[in-house]
């Protein structure tokens, strides 16, 4: 009789599998930073867009409108905006009666106007606002203000200006002087729109290079700290140091969970500028 004997042959680990794990985690990350990236520059291409827009409807509409030669740009923008439609409270009327009769300029920041949920003076509101900080102005007419960061301390405290969202370009003469030939009438805009994205977060310059490791930089959002080094005087912030009126915060600055902590989220002010030269004058 023929003995046979059986041979056990123990397959060892398998240490690819933990590898392809790892590989692909790693592959994800970068997916999901490469998606993110691509998201934010397209909505920072489209508000963009929509501010040089909002720029040029506004410029033209300044050279057309008939007013004296000697009119200043301020009156002459309070013909063709109504900074009280950069805040719609939804609970007291609908987005198409507010719009019904708007100036041609708000019908041209209406695609950057986002819903929000905004506390004001103890009581909570829907709106229909531009992004930015809730301004309640003399009368209690809440309008928008746009933040500016001038500087930021070492821990990334910020100091910010407040800015109307529609300006004159500076140096540039909206009225005529027939006495001086250089300001012979130009209806000079910029658009402010302050960026800021979902999905992204915010650092400080790395010293030590672009490319190295900047966990330690993240700017933490400490709207206790901030200073407001100028404002306009017709108003003030809506809930500045006591309540937390929006989503943003009361400066506007914006606030996302990450790393462990709450941090200020990768913003930018955008800025849409147009020339018309005035067309058109009424008698004085």
Same mark, same amino acid.
């Given at each position: 009789?023929?003995?046979?004997?059986?041979?056990?042959?123990?397959?060892?680990?398998?240490?690819?599998?933990?590898?392809?794990?790892?590989?692909?985690?790693?592959?994800?990350?970068?997916?999901?930073?490469?998606?993110?990236?691509?998201?934010?520059?397209?909505?920072? %291409?489209?508000?963009?867009?929509?501010?040089?827009? /909002? $720029?040029?409807?506004? !410029?033209?509409? &300044?050279?057309? =409108?008939?007013? @004296?030669?000697?009119?200043?740009?301020?009156?002459?923008?309070?013909?063709?905006?109504?900074?009280?439609?950069?805040? %719609?409270?939804?609970?007291?009327?609908?987005?198409? /009666? $507010?719009?019904?009769? !708007?100036?041609? &300029?708000?019908? =041209?920041?209406? @695609?950057?106007?986002?819903?929000?949920?905004?506390?004001?003076?103890?009581?909570?509101?829907?709106?229909?606002?531009?992004?930015?900080?809730?301004?309640?102005?003399?009368?209690?007419?809440?309008?928008?203000?746009?933040? &500016?960061?001038?500087?930021?301390?070492?821990?990334?405290?910020?100091?910010?200006?407040?800015?109307?969202?529609?300006?004159?370009?500076?140096?540039?003469?909206?009225?005529?002087?027939?006495?001086?030939?250089?300001?012979?009438?130009?209806?000079?805009?910029?658009?402010?729109?302050?960026?800021?994205?979902?999905?992204?977060?915010?650092?400080?310059?790395?010293?030590?290079?672009?490319?190295?490791?900047?966990?330690?930089?993240?700017?933490?959002?400490?709207?206790?700290?901030?200073?407001?080094?100028?404002?306009?005087?017709?108003?003030?912030?809506?809930?500045?140091?006591?309540?937390?009126?929006?989503?943003?915060?009361?400066?506007?600055?914006?606030?996302?969970?990450?790393?462990?902590?709450?941090?200020?989220?990768?913003?930018?002010?955008?800025?849409?500028?147009?020339?018309?030269?005035?067309?058109?004058?009424?008698?004085?």
């Amino acid at each position: 009789m023929r003995s046979t004997s059986m041979r056990i042959r123990l397959s060892p680990a398998h240490p690819q599998r933990g590898s392809i794990l790892i590989e692909f985690a790693l592959v994800v990350l970068l997916l999901s930073v490469l998606l993110a990236a691509t998201v934010e520059l397209g909505k920072a %291409v489209y508000f963009a867009q929509a501010a040089q827009n /909002a $720029a040029r409807v506004a !410029a033209r509409e &300044l050279a057309l =409108a008939p007013l @004296p030669p000697q009119a200043t740009f301020d009156e002459a923008l309070a013909t063709v905006f109504d900074p009280a439609l950069l805040y %719609v409270d939804l609970d007291a009327t609908s987005i198409d /009666a $507010a719009f019904a009769n !708007a100036p041609a &300029l708000n019908h =041209a920041l209406k @695609p950057l106007m986002i819903f929000d949920r905004v506390t004001v003076g103890g009581s909570t509101h829907e709106v229909l606002r531009y992004p930015g900080a809730v301004w309640v102005r003399s009368g209690g007419v809440n309008t928008v203000k746009v933040p &500016l960061v001038v500087s930021r301390g070492a821990d990334g405290v910020e100091t910010i200006e407040l800015r109307d969202v529609v300006e004159a370009i500076p140096g540039i003469a909206y009225a005529v002087d027939p006495s001086a030939p250089n300001t012979s009438g130009i209806a000079a805009v910029r658009v402010h729109v302050p960026f800021q994205a979902a999905a992204l977060s915010g650092f400080q310059a790395n010293a030590a290079g672009p490319f190295e490791p900047n966990l330690d930089g993240a700017i933490v959002a400490d709207d206790a700290g901030v200073t407001v080094s100028s404002a306009p005087g017709d108003g003030a912030l809506a809930g500045a140091g006591s309540e937390l009126p929006t989503y943003a915060g009361p400066y506007g600055l914006g606030r996302q969970y990450a790393l462990g902590k709450e941090l200020r989220p990768f913003r930018k002010l955008i800025t849409g500028q147009s020339l018309f030269r005035r067309e058109v004058f009424a008698n004085p």
